[in-house]
């Protein structure tokens, strides 16, 4: 059996299924599926990505029917990259939360399955060369999101997710209407069609804006943008600590990603460029302020991210060879950093239910290499170097500065400046205020240092020497400004049948 | 008797304009509900309105005047100019399912609400302040 | 205040979406020629399915094989409602005792009816699902009849219990068996759910090769998630 891109959805949807029976034989067996899964995906990683280097993009038909007829999974370096990112990460986030509510099993069991499921949902967003299966693979991801964030009984989990739901239900609502809307007009479901034909102008003005305006409200929903991302500081601070990771990891990169998708490769307006600059202008200024005025360190940690997120939509906005290199190594950046954030910043406010900043005094003594995670985690973030948030930075400065976009590199520069503010703040806590003996903490078991340790490594080592990944990127960055590439390699495969 | 392909032609515009007005006109009762009401359960019945209006609206363009079903029934084989488009009718399937997937959950999601807080009206459920 | 906001708010959406729709004439021939050459998608499935793939109804097709991956989605999307259902109700088996679904017994005319109703209801679903390829319906339309006979049993006796472990088995293995057929294309054909044993005629109950065998088993999955889903949010313990 050849290795190809569908066994990224094909093999956890068989684990998913087999795992309430195999928990019948052997409970033990059960918990370690989805862990197998995760290894054996990043070993497919491996292999596909070394296929990419060598011979371009794959794409791969489903069920035998030539691409506009069928279905076709495409792997190129940017989505190949981001289904690798996801597959390592739900690794480790597997690995962090293996001991995870250990008493009740029939809950850990669906715990598990449901968080497998998250990341295969993220992962087929990025791969479908198909765009009613895009809207297929976003629902999946948002069903198992919702049932996550309400996860434990005791917190206002249920909230948190029912305004999840109720706002994530638009965003389904717009997807729906715009790919309705492009059928009657293109005849088509196939995304590499479609750019074709819109390339060939069968798209009117009018409709073009309204469906490009619909895919932009849908998709920024998920990809919070301002001003569709109010569930998403209650949604982090809610779920779980593995989860919230999961949603900055994985989650909002796929909803970055489809965004991305359709505005560089499907469609064509002018000022589509503008407008990505100054939304992500506007998130990141209004997400990075509010930052500031948060006690729980989880919300915090929350408006963050969609600040980043504001501040990759601006890279891909500026649209340069550059600008698009740095934001693909933003998303790479943001990933791994934020995980290691939520994953060492769920074990400093363990035994705290509210999750207050002001409880971490003196952590810096107690949980010592936490501690130095999350600060290294810090550091990164603000793009101080020796990490490597420093490069990614560093180059979306560069190519703002060669359009002279001189007000853009300043807002960056004093959004850089409130970042450092609160994130020392904590760090400040956990190092320089006086302990208090009577707060007790949770020292991380094994298994969950583990993939703290790893990420920690991998941010100082891609700091240290980012040519481990920039090659990569560059490749990523042509491909995904090459529509006709893209075109050509979906329509023109040849399908015996 | 007029034929409904009679009727049709003539009264294009009245044809045209009530169906595509009442699936819209379910979406904006739905979004109505899902504003401006404050029990919980209406507000998701009201999505569950929003559904039924997309998916009359999804079905509503794929019909072809004067087209039938595209089955290839014995002694109707012949037909296969005048079906209607099949596509739209297999992705609204599709849709269906999981609107009442999402349904299902935020069913659940109101149940548990309703035990934790003891009242399903959401303007006192707001916990989860700025 | 907020009232006649929304309200002016619904008024600019209800004239915005008319106005693009109107745009989109109602009954226009969009599938384009069919019998020659096609250009759109769906004249190439109304050309192909009756001769490549024996298949009479061209919906099943293009549910089961032409976007067949669609349809695996929408299976694991019922799955996962199922699952989020059990953890977000955190059923207990504490809860089970003493839960009380009904407060008044139904009338004998609804329980005499159900009891006489139901095994025809559920005859009807089989066959809808297994006809799935050459008349009108399928797994998922086959699946919600049986499940609304289910519901009418449950509605109608205080005790009718549904075992959770029975549809759990039958939700797992047509999972299984629907992955498993996707993986036997790939690895006979290099194609993930292509279609294989092509057997049959047009219009005769085994046609269309392996897309009635998918059909049924969703059809069996359906019906199991439906009925656990309904079950698990009619058994809940009102609070005193």
Do not use: C
């Not at chain 1, 497998?116 to 060369?129: E, K, N, P, Q, R």
């Not at chain 1, 703290?452 to 042509?478: C, H, K, Q, S, W």
């Not at chain 2, 014995?74 to 992705?91: N, S, T």
């Amino acid at each position: 059996m050849v290795i190809s891109p569908v066994h990224y959805i094909a093999v956890p949807l068989l684990a998913a299924f087999t795992m309430p029976l195999i928990a019948k034989v052997s409970k033990e067996l059960a918990r370690v599926i989805p862990g197998l899964v995760m290894m054996y995906l990043s070993f497919v990683s491996v292999v596909l990505m070394q296929q990419v280097i060598q011979s371009g993009p794959i794409s791969e038909v489903i069920a035998g029917w030539q691409a506009p007829w069928g279905i076709n999974l495409m792997f190129t370096p940017f989505s190949g990259f981001l289904a690798t990112l996801m597959s390592f990460m739900g690794l480790l986030i597997w690995l962090y939360s293996f001991n995870f509510k250990k008493v009740d099993f029939s809950q850990s069991l669906k715990y598990q399955t449901l968080q497998m499921m998250m990341v295969t949902g993220a992962t087929g967003i990025v791969l479908t060369g198909d765009i009613f299966n895009l809207f297929v693979f976003l629902e999946i991801t948002a069903i198992t999101a919702y049932s996550l964030t309400a996860f434990y009984r005791e917190r206002d989990g249920a909230e948190a997710a029912f305004k999840y739901l109720l706002i994530g239900s638009f965003a389904s609502v717009f997807v729906l209407l715009a790919i309705m809307l492009l059928y009657t007009q293109l005849g088509t479901l196939n995304m590499a069609e479609i750019a074709q034909k819109i390339q060939a102008g069968e798209l009117s003005g009018t409709m073009k804006t309204t469906i490009f305006a619909l895919f932009l409200i849908g998709f920024g929903i998920e990809a919070e943008m301002f001003p569709l991302n109010a569930w998403a500081p209650d949604a982090y601070s809610q779920a779980p600590g593995p989860i919230g990771a999961a949603f900055a990891s994985i989650v909002v990169k796929a909803g970055v990603y489809a965004l991305i998708r359709i505005t560089f490769t499907l469609f064509d307006i002018q000022g589509a460029h503008m407008y990505l600059i100054i939304a992500g202008l506007v998130t990141m200024v209004i997400a990075e302020v509010s930052a500031v005025a948060q006690t729980n360190l989880k919300r915090m940690l929350a408006y963050s991210s969609i600040g980043q997120m504001g501040f990759v939509l601006i890279a891909f906005g500026i649209g340069t060879k550059e600008a698009v290199f740095g934001a693909i190594f933003l998303m790479f950046n943001h990933a791994i950093i934020k995980g290691l954030l939520f994953m060492t910043g769920s074990y400093l406010t363990f035994n705290d239910t509210n999750k207050q900043i002001s409880s971490l005094r003196g952590f810096g003594k107690k949980l010592p290499l936490v501690s130095l995670l999350f600060a290294i985690g810090a550091f990164a973030i603000v793009g101080l170097p020796p990490f490597s948030g420093f490069w990614s930075k560093l180059y979306v400065l560069t190519a703002a500065g060669s359009k002279e976009m001189i007000m853009l590199i300043l807002i960056i520069l004093g959004v850089s400046v409130v970042e450092i503010i609160y994130y020392f703040r904590v760090v400040g806590k956990l190092y320089f205020s006086k302990e208090e003996n009577d707060i007790e903490v949770q020292k991380p078991s094994i298994n969950a240092m583990i993939p703290m340790v790893i990420l920690g490594l991998v941010i100082v080592a891609v700091g240290i020497y980012p040519d481990l990944v920039t090659g990569f990127f560059e490749r990523a960055t042509d491909m995904l400004l090459d529509k006709a590439h893209y075109i050509e390699v979906v329509l023109t495969q040849n399908v015996v049948n | 008797m007029h034929s409904f392909d009679q009727v049709f032609t003539q009264y294009q515009d009245i044809v045209t304009t009530g169906v595509y007005g009442s699936a819209i006109g379910l979406i904006i009762i739905g979004l109505y509900a899902v504003l401006l009401k404050k029990n919980l359960t209406k507000i998701v019945i009201g999505l569950s309105i929003i559904d039924a209006g997309i998916h009359l609206l999804f079905v509503a363009i794929g019909y072809i005047q004067g087209g039938t079903a595209p089955i290839f029934s014995p002694g109707h084989e012949g037909e296969i100019q005048k079906m209607v488009d099949p596509v739209p009718q297999a992705l609204v399937l599709t849709a269906i399912v999981i609107g009442f997937a999402v349904t299902a959950v935020a069913l659940s999601l109101v149940i548990r609400l309703y035990k934790h807080h003891n009242t399903s009206n959401i303007d006192q459920i707001k916990s989860l302040k700025w | 205040m907020k009232k006649v906001f929304v309200l002016i708010l619904l008024a600019v959406v209800g004239l915005y979406l008319s106005n693009t729709f109107n745009l989109i004439s109602f009954g226009d021939n969009r599938v384009g020629e069919v019998v020659e050459e096609t250009t759109t998608v769906s004249g190439y499935y109304l050309k192909e399915t009756p001769t490549k793939s024996e298949v009479a109804n061209v919906v099943t097709a293009i549910v089961v094989n032409y976007r067949g991956f669609d349809t695996l989605g929408e299976v694991t999307v019922l799955f996962l409602a199922t699952t989020g259902l059990g953890s977000i109700l955190f059923r207990r088996k504490e809860e089970e005792e003493g839960v009380e679904r009904l407060s008044k017994p139904a009338s004998s005319l609804v329980s005499t009816g159900s009891r006489i109703l139901f095994p025809l209801v559920v005859l009807l679903g089989v066959y809808v699902f297994i006809h799935g390829h050459l008349t009108p319906g399928g797994g998922f339309q086959g699946g919600a009849i049986i499940a609304t006979g289910f519901l009418l049993m449950l509605i109608s006796y205080k005790n009718y219990k549904v075992s959770h472990s029975t549809l759990g088995w039958v939700e797992s293995f047509a999972g299984i068996s629907f992955v498993l057929i996707g993986f036997w294309g790939l690895i006979s054909s290099h194609s993930f759910l292509q279609n294989i044993p092509q057997v049959g005629e047009l219009n005769s109950l085994i046609s269309g090769g392996v897309i009635p065998i998918i059909y049924i088993a969703v059809g069996f999955k359906v019906a199991a998630e439906l009925t656990g889903v309904l079950d698990i949010l009619l058994n809940i313990k009102p609070k005193k």
